[in-house]
């Protein structure tokens, strides 16, 4: 019999955002997680891995007290000795502050990313950073490119609430798989198809999940949405789908638009893309004659180095049609635009010096192998600092990064969970606490409501809060702020009183307060988010970034791809795997065994092509490195393209390599982001 069961919010790295009902067995155990039913997008409903949470608080493996590492770099558990909390502090301080004694305070590299989205937990890093002058984080390894290109156009991050998708006719879920990484989208779909016999169109790569339940799926070759988009708009134009007059209220260049695409016919784009005309012009077709088309954008189409131009082209058909008026219509990327915060506190903004260098996070392979581009004149990285994310294993162009971590002379110290494969790369690994073992508040990308999290059981063995952490290294470290005096729930109370938000302890009893906007001001009736009001079908990519030339002045192919060549005529796409959650969740054996091995998707004729049969081992290789893994033959994709699921530990494939030492640290235009999906390759039988 459960204790009791209360409510929480999932932390997890996912625009779902779960609110969640855990069941208590006792003050140190929990039982079973459900999706919250008081949260009408959640709807009661939350994906397998999730649901399985107590595998993972109470997994075997989880870390339980700090450690030191005694032996050689990279072995794990047995490479380390249990330490007592103060001594790894001392240890940890004196590891900071020699470097920054040594080298200048720009040596120390605090590093992070959203292990846990708690803005408390996960952002009070920045604090420590910006009081102690340390180098700061460009975090770009996830929402750099989308951001950029939807900013273009839509001028803030936000749109449409997640529930109107159940009020639209027609569905496009472009450039993501909600199948697997976040499944509410299809609870509202699924409403959508029963209530209102709704339409669901797919833009991917290959069959996912969810491309599997379209009515129409285009199985474009990665990194031409924008041509695909273009093309559409096109069609929009000539067959009398555009709304003109909507567009003479709304946007900035309509005419020029107009001119612009009369080239960009559906063949052109067939040419590019690999789909065909006809398909094109069918999509075209649906969605100008929908009124209440949602369009679903997600993240995967927009990891490529034109993935900006993408975002922004796929972002401008809601702009053309006129959607964005009706009940269901419109665009939605992610909403997190939308909550007015006071982060001054958590973040430490008060103490931020703009003149202290800046490194980009996707780069820290090239970062911590000397690349002047990023170090600028500045020192080498001596001390990192790591919490909430596992870059051994996330990070593109990882045989750089694993040739960093191996240098003697770097200060490694780790805060997780789990003994990673960058924890294991560590002088010192610091025990962590899941959300179920402290406080925190959550907003969300993919719905309205912002959440207060409690701590529901006791902390797993010695396991300490990141803010806590946090605090006990300000005071050895002679870091001074308010925000390290104070308990995690006094910071959410303090943000909470600086934002004008009601008291957290009442937000949290009723399960989530909702802050969506009104229809007009969703729906951008009222402008769009640049100061004249305007959508922008010609973005001003100047006041974006600083490759702002290469961008396309108007919704085009951005043929900034890498392009296969002779040896590398393969294009791979690296998408999020159902069971796993980046690189969590790769410790639980249920998410193992449902996954099975890594596994590249190949296409039926490039098998027969290449002697490949089910189950072979393959070679996938660039100039940057070598991955085996084991083909399946897939007809759910065009030939030339591959698809590796992600991501596996290192450790999974044969001779440790896994898939990241293949992606490239390129940074996307025109203000970086990782480019994970834009990789050429070369394949052949092992
Ligand atoms: N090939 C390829 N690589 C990719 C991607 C891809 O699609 N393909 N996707 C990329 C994307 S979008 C992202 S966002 C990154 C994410 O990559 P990561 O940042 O590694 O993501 P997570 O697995 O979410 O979280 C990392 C770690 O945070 C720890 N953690 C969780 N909560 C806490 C906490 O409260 N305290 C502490 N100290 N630790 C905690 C977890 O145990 C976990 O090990 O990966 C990127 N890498
Ligand atoms: N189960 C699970 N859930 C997750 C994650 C996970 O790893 N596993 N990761 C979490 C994180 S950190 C994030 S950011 C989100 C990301 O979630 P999504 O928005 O779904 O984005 P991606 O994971 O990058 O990729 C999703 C899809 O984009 C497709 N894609 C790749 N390249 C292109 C392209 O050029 N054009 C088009 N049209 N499509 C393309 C891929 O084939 C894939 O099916 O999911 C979160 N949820
Ligand atoms: S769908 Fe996403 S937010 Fe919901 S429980 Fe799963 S990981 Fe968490
Ligand atoms: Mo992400």
């Known amino acids: 019999m459960p204790l009791d069961t209360v409510l929480s919010a999932c932390p997890h790295d996912c625009p779902s955002t779960c609110a969640l009902e855990v069941e208590r067995l006792s003050p140190e155990r929990i039982g079973k997680v459900r999706g919250g039913r008081h949260n009408p997008y959640t709807a009661g409903v939350i994906c397998a891995k999730v649901a399985r949470y107590a595998d993972r608080v109470h997994h075997p493996d989880r870390l339980m007290q700090p450690l030191l590492r005694v032996g050689e770099k990279g072995v794990g558990r047995a490479a380390f000795r249990a330490i007592g909390w103060d001594h790894a502090l001392d240890l940890l301080a004196e590891g900071l502050l020699r470097a920054a004694q040594r080298h200048g305070a720009e040596a120390v590299f605090p590093y992070f990313y959203a292990g846990t989205m708690g803005l408390v937990q996960r952002d009070g890093i920045e604090r420590l950073r910006h009081a102690m002058g340390y180098s700061r984080q460009i975090s770009t390894i996830c929402v750099s490119l989308a951001d950029a290109g ?13 529930r109107e998708i159940a009020d639209a006719d027609l569905i496009v879920m472009w450039g993501g798989n909600p199948v697997s990484t976040q499944v509410n989208v299809m609870t509202h779909i699924a409403r959508a198809r029963k209530e209102r016999g709704a339409k669901l169109a797919v833009v991917d790569p290959y069959r996912t999940g969810t491309a599997e339940q379209a009515d129409m799926h285009l199985m474009l070759r990665p990194g031409t949405d924008g041509a695909l ?20 209220k709304y946007t900035d260049a309509p005419e020029e638009l ?17 789909l ?24 995967g189409f927009t990891r490529s180095r034109n993935g900006a131009a993408n975002m922004h082209a796929a972002s401008c058909l809601p702009a053309v049609t006129g959607a964005w008026q009706y009940p269901g219509g419109g665009a939605l990327y992610s909403n997190t635009g939308m909550y007015r915060l006071d982060r001054s506190l958590i973040e430490g903004l008060d103490r931020l010096n703009p003149s202290v260098r800046r490194l980009d996070q996707s780069r820290l392979g090239p970062i911590l192998t000397g690349d002047r581009r990023d170090l600028g004149d500045g020192p080498p990285v001596t001390a990192l600092f790591i919490q909430n994310t596992n870059p051994v294993m996330v990070c593109p162009e990882h045989l750089k990064v694993r040739e960093g971590f191996s240098r003697a002379d770097l200060f490694v110290a780790v805060h997780e969970q789990f003994m990673t494969e960058t924890a294991a790369m560590a002088d010192l690994v610091l025990p962590a606490t899941t959300f179920l073992e402290h406080d925190d508040f959550y907003i969300a990308g993919g719905h309205t409501f912002l959440q207060v999290a409690r701590k529901a059981i006791e ?5 300490r809060s990141n803010h806590d952490l946090l605090c006990a290294l300000a005071h050895r470290l002679g870091a001074e702020h308010p925000g390290f005096e104070m308990s995690a729930w006094e910071m959410i109370e303090a943000t909470f009183r600086a934002s004008g938000l009601p008291a957290p302890a009442i937000v949290h009893e009723q399960g989530g307060l ?4 009104d229809f007009e001001t969703r729906h951008f009736l009222n402008g769009f988010g640049h100061a004249d009001g305007k959508f922008r079908f010609k973005p001003d990519w100047k006041s974006i970034g600083s490759g702002h030339e290469r961008m396309p002045v108007l919704p085009d192919h951005m043929p900034a791809i890498e392009e296969p060549d002779a040896e590398h005529p393969f294009r791979l796409v690296t998408a999020p795997a159902r069971s796993f959650l980046n690189s969590t969740f790769t410790e639980t054996a249920a998410s193992r065994s449902r996954e099975g091995r890594p596994t590249a998707l190949v296409h039926p004729r490039d098998c027969a092509r ?16 070598t991955v085996l893994v084991h083909a399946k033959p897939f007809e759910g994709l065009q030939p030339g393209v591959l698809v590796v699921e992600s991501i596996w530990p290192n450790a999974t494939f044969v001779g440790g390599i896994g898939i990241n030492a293949l992606t490239s640290a390129d940074r996307g235009f025109p203000a970086g982001g990782a480019v994970f999906h834009d990789t050429a390759v070369a394949l052949a039988k092992a």
Do not use: Q
């Open 229 to 248: 988009a273009a093309a559409v708009m096109h069609v929009l134009f000539r067959d009398g789908f555009a709304d003109r007059a909507y567009m003479a």
């Open 459 to 463: 902390p797993v063995g010695e396991a």
């Open 610 to 625: 290449l002697g490949i049969v089910a189950g072979d081992m393959v070679r996938l290789s660039n100039k940057r490195g």
């Open 276 to 299: 065909d005309a006809e398909e094109i012009g069918r999509f075209a077709h649906l969605y100008g004659s929908t009124r209440r088309s949602f369009l679903r954008l997600g993240y």
């Open 258 to 274: 107009e001119r612009h695409l009369a080239a960009r016919t559906p063949e052109w784009a067939a040419a590019i893309t690999g």
């Open 514 to 517: 909702d802050c969506a906007a």
């Open 150 to 162: 939807w900013k273009a156009g839509a001028g803030i991050k936000r749109g449409l609430d997640g």
